[in-house]
C-alpha cells in the first residue's frame, strides 16, 4: 500500500486541502505534502493525528479493498458469456447466496 496516495486519496475525499488538513491536525503543509508524494515517511503517531482529523480509525486507513485485477475481470465476463440462459440464471443464484 501507497500511504502517501491513501492520504492524498482520503484527504481529497473529505474535501479537504492540504493545507486545512494541516491546520487542523497540527502538522505542517510541507510535511503532509512530502508524505503524499512519497518523499519522506511518516510516524504511526502522525498518521494517527491524521487519520483521527479524517474521522477514520487506522484499521479503515489499512482496510483497502483490493480491485479485481483487469486480467481476471475480463476473464470472468468471457466466461459468463460463454454460458447459456439457464447456467447464466445459476450463476446469479449463487452469487446472490454469497453476497
Do not use: H, W, Y
Amino acid at each position: 500500500m501507497d500511504v502517501g496516495k491513501r492520504i492524498t486519496e482520503l484527504r481529497e475525499a473529505a474535501g479537504i486541502t492540504t493545507n486545512r488538513l494541516a491546520n487542523l491536525c497540527g502538522l505542517s503543509q510541507s510535511f503532509i505534502r512530502s508524505v503524499e508524494l512519497g518523499e519522506k515517511g511518516i510516524t504511526v503517531e502522525s498518521l494517527r493525528l491524521l487519520c483521527d482529523t479524517l474521522q477514520i480509525s487506522l484499521k479503515d486507513f489499512f482496510d483497502v479493498p483490493e480491485e479485481t485485477p483487469v486480467a481476471e475481470r475480463e476473464q470472468l465476463i468471457r466466461m459468463i458469456e460463454g454460458l447459456n440462459v439457464r447456467q447464466r440464471e445459476s450463476l446469479m443464484a449463487f452469487l446472490k447466496t454469497i453476497s
